[in-house]
DNA sequence: CGGCATCCGTGACGATACTG
DNA sequence: CAGTATCGTCACGGATGCCG
């Protein structure tokens, strides 16, 4: 009598059930739509509603029951915002910050895959936002670098990235250290890894913007490890 | 009108309709099952028989299922042995093999749940490649070792693995250059980052055999990065 | 309006049985 | 050995309703 499950109401979901690291993963973000919530929470607390806006296709139901795993997992808390906004905000917690490089290994495997936009297929500007920390990875400056895309702006930080830092966000940057004037050819190359930034910017296919050092670094000053 | 299929008979699986790296990735990758799949294939080519016995748990139809499915998106060919064994087997493309990052991504960070092992759950040796594969990610000397559990034994290449070869594979490996023998305990110890092979050498919990340079390195002759 | 809960149709999943 | 067939169950996707 194999999965007897026992009359406790939160009615743990399915399991692997295998003494393995891989599988302990995915039984706690291996379902749909998991890991791309995680995908936009990476990117700074949100609220449900615009959780469902950037997440086209995911039913509000299932997008409840993923936030709520995800809190009971540990992976994301549920925030009350003061008075003034009579609203919350789920937001990671350190163990689902954990798991940009699964993201960031994600994205680079697929980034090939991103050859054709299909006419069905939404976009989000800070969706570019894991392959490009992918080919910045090697750079040395510390900083936040503000990303302009036809899609429209986010902003991400290079560099060792602190523990309690988010790795990047929606929007333009508050102070930025450079500022970033891609086209989605660009940004798609980078992120496969057939150019360097520095490559583009001499090309002329990208243009960096802001005078220090990490502005320096991005336009092939120093050049990028590997 | 969302979603309307035109008639083609493939079916195609149900799509994130998303323009983003790790969304494209987990079109490919995102069914259950199958990062677990791609787990057996990269300790090498199986037959079909095998898999099913070290994925407890799958059902038939959903095994063959998901190895079609690979086989359409590219990540593994079906591959007929010669008449001697009247069989086949299934094996990665260069492509699948790309996923090896992912799944080392995803073991680092499973591997903290891997505290206690519950009764249903099943083990295999090679289970702990992934783990103990980024536990020795700084190694300098390349080579085959061949690692001894409890569980059973599996091999690993260490240092840069090239692009046609295996990182890991089931049983003892031919010609190891060094033979490391750990009880589960180290291992989980290792998979977790809370200690280095040296420091467990050091305590006596692992043995390193062998005499070559890699088995030098291995016992924290040279001590590995960070 | 934000944050779900409910209902329903479809399809994926899991277990077993069966076949070339 | 290597799957296919069948079937019950559950998860998913879409729409709508409720409630603070």
């Known amino acids: 009598m194999p999965r007897q499950q026992q009359p406790a109401r939160p009615a743990r979901r399915r399991s692997y059930d295998q003494f393995c690291a891989t599988a302990r993963a995915l039984d706690s973000v291996g379902d749909r739509w998991t890991l791309l919530i995680?995908?936009?929470l990476l990117a700074g607390p949100r609220r449900y509603t615009d959780l469902l806006?950037?997440?086209p296709g995911v039913s509000t139901d299932v997008l409840a029951s993923r936030l709520k795993d995800m809190e009971q997992g540990g992976l994301a808390v549920r925030r009350r915002l003061p008075p003034p906004a009579a609203a919350s905000v789920y937001e990671l917690t350190e163990h689902g910050r954990g798991l940009l490089?699964?993201?960031t290994a994600l994205a680079g495997w697929g980034a090939p895959a991103l050859d054709e936009r299909r006419p069905t297929d939404a976009v989000r500007a800070h969706w570019f936002a894991l392959p490009l920390l992918r080919a910045l990875d090697g750079?040395?400056?510390a900083g936040v670098?503000?990303?302009r895309l036809a899609e429209g702006e986010?902003?991400?930080r290079t560099g060792v990235v602190a523990a309690g830092a988010e790795a990047y966000g929606y929007g333009p940057?508050?102070?930025p250290d450079a500022c970033l004037v891609l086209g989605t050819d660009v940004a798609l190359a980078l992120g496969r890894g057939e150019c360097t930034l520095a490559e583009a910017v001499g090309d002329g296919r990208a243009e960096v913007l802001g005078e220090g050092p990490l502005a320096v670094e991005l336009?092939?000053?120093q050049q990028p490890r590997h």
Chains 1, 2 share one sequence.
Do not use: N, S
Request: aromatic content about 4%; charged content about 30%.
């Open 101 to 103: 490089p699964v993201l």
């Open 53 to 55: 806006a950037d997440l």
């Open 139 to 141: 750079l040395t400056h």
């Open 38 to 40: 995680v995908r936009e």
């Open 219 to 221: 336009r092939g000053g």
């Open 145 to 147: 670098v503000e990303v």
């Open 173 to 175: 940057a508050d102070r």
């Open 154 to 156: 986010f902003h991400m």
